[in-house]
């Protein structure tokens, strides 16, 4: 009878270290993706262009865009 409450003890202990592990990674990856989009997140201006481009920078690096469209709600 002892035995089988160490195992079960241990496997409970041993399901806990799994799921703290899996939390644990989970963090990290929730934190590189915040990181990752700060990094990706921009700006974006029409800056009296007499073409109507669209001027976007991302991370420092400037694009036109000539041709867009709204976004769907």
């Given at each position: 009878?002892?035995?089988?409450?160490?195992?079960?003890?241990?496997?409970?202990?041993?399901?806990?270290?799994?799921?703290?592990?899996q939390?644990?990674r989970?963090?990290?990856?929730?934190?590189?993706?915040?990181?990752?989009?700060?990094?990706?997140?921009?700006?974006?201006?029409?800056?009296?262009?007499?073409?109507?481009?669209?001027?976007?920078?991302?991370?420092?690096?400037?694009?036109?865009?000539?041709?867009?469209?709204?976004a769907?709600?």
């Amino acid at each position: 009878m002892l035995l089988g409450h160490l195992t079960w003890h241990a496997t409970i202990l041993l399901s806990q270290a799994e799921i703290a592990r899996q939390e644990a990674r989970l963090k990290m990856e929730r934190e590189n993706l915040e990181k990752e989009k700060s990094v990706l997140m921009g700006t974006a201006s029409n800056q009296d262009n007499q073409d109507g481009a669209l001027e976007i920078t991302v991370s420092g690096e400037k694009y036109r865009c000539l041709r867009f469209s709204k976004a769907k709600k």
